[in-house]
């Protein structure tokens, strides 16, 4: 009799009557129903599910050849739309209902709806009560199985703690977040009267503009805090070594946290609460894609956390988003190689470990350990010794086969976000030909305001660049007009001028000579006027006023780049805009008489003899040129009133004796 392989779920649950479990070669589980009178054998099954797989994988392939997530996926996996705006993906009355059908699918056994007007509903989860309970039982069945991303890090434990003796075994019946949002959901009490929720590790509150969570630990420093097993890859000097029964020890305890901590804050008000632990799959990238060259490439992350510590995942998710369930096929990293590592991580969150002591998780008397055990603290004098002195810390396990399982002694926030990017870095370097996360930079193209005018002085444009040469390089590129300027034929915003271009706010106009002729063009905001040497300029209006003024982009850049450093080495600060240092208010007088005396003296100044002899010669224009000269611009007048090298010691001094709001002044007056 042939088999209707629809009819059975993902992983293949037949009939509890006879069964037995096959593993097949692709890590998947399918309990197989043996029976005399049905020709069902186990190669008919394998061969079905290696086409349900093949299918799979062919979807994955066509619909990640453009790996950009839109529409209803991307407000699943990030709670974000196209337009990068943050969306609810269904009101709170179906969200409740969501989470009322998974947890009783699980097993758990949930209360009515509160609300009278939500009878239907109940009557629902009533008739649906015999389906859960056969879900349920179902997945008892399959106590022990485990899923693909699972069974990868399992696989490592086994191997990696088999000297040890411990047998550790990740949890099967964890609440699964496969959908954005679900953990700041449970992270609050159902009853929407209570609007707090508090435990020994964390207290949640719900605002009227979101959610806050505010962990028990919020620390500053690192000092004691990484601690690294003594197995696979080599353990940096300054972390401290773990014997690896410890390490096995610890993660045996992680995973059975205490009842209060393992308390769901979603259940907390029910007459039973739920008790589980929580997980979630994250898949970080690693590597971007370069179009038509190389796939984007990720790593997999899974995280498990006590019941109570839930808004840890809130928290992990809204940085690198949800990667869905990991029992589906399509969210099995190992079927989707293009875009796949072929690495994998896991963080398990227990801040319970801090009050286990070190006798406890194998570690020796004083009498019996080395030196280095000594100085670090990996031994005990005194019986009631804690670990690490009862203080939080993170311990991981990892090797060249690029598996990571690391389980944080502690809720700080910040531990889970650094530890997924720690695992990004090993995930890099295991990987090839990727930065590690730390390494990057920016490429910096300095911009000058230059206030209403513009001229091509040499020591900003240079004396080599020709109009020209300029439409020789271009080619096709761009369209030449009869007025002697060119435009690109793509982006037709962008303008090329000759070199003797200057830019007038007063005139919006751009003029230059062609044949001895004066030629001009409009200048417009939302346009760039390029010098043949590279030079840009723009409009922009002022931050604070109505006004617009000309901004001035050098053509080379400075490349900033650290290829590696440690976390707060100053990465993030070289990508930075200094706009926000920048203070944009009203200017106030406090001596009329006296600061516009001053303002004068400078205005009127003689700045002939300002620079030493060796730089005057060097210079493309006079300065005998007046502040207000129609021939000098506001970046010309910020320079001639800032200390130099370049300009005699008497300037200088003149220089430094003029107050800042003096200057604020007279830069207006100029801007003007």
């Known amino acids: 009799m042939a088999a209707d392989l629809s009819s059975y779920s ?63 996926d991307l407000i699943r996996h990030c709670g974000l739309n196209d337009e990068g705006k943050a969306v609810e993906q269904m009101d709170a009355a179906a969200f409740h209902r969501l989470i009322a059908v998974k947890l009783a699918s699980q097993g758990f056994q949930v209360p009515p709806m509160r609300n009278e007007s939500q009878t239907a509903e109940n009557q629902v989860m009533q008739l649906a009560s015999d389906l859960f309970r056969r879900y349920a039982e179902q997945s008892r069945l399959l106590t022990g199985h485990l899923n693909p991303p699972d069974r990868r890090i399992q696989d490592f434990l086994d191997d990696a703690l088999s000297s040890t003796g411990v047998q550790v075994q990740l949890p099967t019946s964890a609440i699964n977040m496969d959908r954005y949002g679900m953990a700041r959901k449970l992270s609050l009490p159902d009853d929407p009267s209570v609007t707090e929720f508090h435990n020994s590790e964390v207290s949640s509150y719900n605002l009227c503009n979101g959610v806050l969570h505010n962990p028990i630990n919020d620390r500053r420093t690192t000092k004691g805090v990484f601690h690294i097993a003594d197995y696979g890859l080599p353990i940096p000097a300054d972390k401290i070594r773990v014997p690896l029964v410890t390490y096995a020890k610890l993660l045996e305890a992680a995973l059975k946290p205490p009842k209060d901590l393992n308390v769901l804050p979603y259940s907390s008000k029910w007459e039973n609460p739920i008790e589980s632990m929580v997980s979630l799959m994250l898949r970080p990238l690693v590597c971007p894609e370069v179009p038509g060259v190389s796939y984007e ?124 990017k720690t695992q990004i870095g090993l995930s890099a370097n295991i990987y090839g030909l990727a930065e590690e996360e730390h390494a990057g930079g920016a490429v910096a193209f300095k911009s000058y305001s230059l206030g209403r005018n513009f001229y091509p002085e040499a020591n900003i444009v240079g004396t080599n660049y020709s109009f020209k040469e300029a439409m020789k390089l271009l080619g096709d590129t761009v369209t030449l007009h009869r007025e002697g300027y060119a435009t690109d034929k793509k982006w037709k915003n962008i303008h090329v001028l000759p070199e003797d271009m200057r830019v007038d706010l007063s005139a919006q106009s751009a003029i230059w000579k062609k044949n001895g002729v004066e030629q001009r063009i409009r200048i417009l905001p939302g346009h760039e006027y390029l010098h043949p040497s590279g030079y840009k300029i723009r409009l922009e209006k002022h931050p604070a006023s109505n006004a617009y003024k000309l901004i001035g982009t050098a053509s080379e850049g400075t490349y900033c780049h650290k290829p590696a450093t440690v976390s707060g080495g100053g990465k993030s600060e070289i990508s930075k805009s200094l706009n926000d240092a920048v203070i944009y208010a009203s200017m106030y007088v406090g001596d009329f008489d006296k600061d516009m005396t001053k303002v004068e003296e400078i205005l009127t100044r003689d700045y002939t003899n300002c620079y030493e002899p060796e730089y005057a010669k060097l210079q493309a224009r006079p300065s005998s040129r007046a502040i207000l000269s129609t021939e000098r611009s506001l970046g010309s007048v910020v320079k001639l009133l800032t200390p130099n090298q370049e300009y005699t010691k008497e300037h200088c001094q003149f220089i430094s004796g003029i107050s800042n709001h003096i200057l604020s002044i007279v830069f207006a007056i100029d801007h003007l």
């Open 297 to 420: 490439k990720r790593l997999e992350v899974r995280f498990f956390v006590p019941g109570g510590c839930v808004a840890n995942l809130d928290f992990v998710e809204s940085i690198f988003g949800n990667a869905g369930d990991p029992s589906l096929p399509e969210n099995d990293a190992g079927l989707d190689n293009r875009h796949w590592t072929g690495t994998s991580g896991c963080v398990i969150l227990a801040p319970h470990l801090r009050t286990l002591k070190k006798k406890d998780v194998g570690l020796p008397h004083i009498s019996e350990a080395t030196e280095d055990q000594k100085i670090t603290g990996m031994c005990y004098e005194d019986p009631e010794e804690l670990y690490n002195k009862g203080s939080p810390f993170k311990i991981t396990l990892r090797d060249k086969r690029g598996i990571m399982v690391t389980i944080l002694a502690d809720n700080y926030f910040g531990y889970c976000k650094k530890e997924v």
């Open 10 to 72: 993902v992983f293949g649950i037949f009939p509890q009557q006879n069964n037995f479990l096959i593993q097949t070669t692709m890590g998947l589980s399918v309990l197989i129903k043996q029976n005399a009178d049905e020709n069902l054998t186990s190669i008919s099954i394998l061969k079905a599910r290696e086409r349900r797989i093949i299918k799979v994988k062919q979807q994955q392939q066509a619909t990640m050849a453009n790996t950009n997530i839109h529409g209803e």
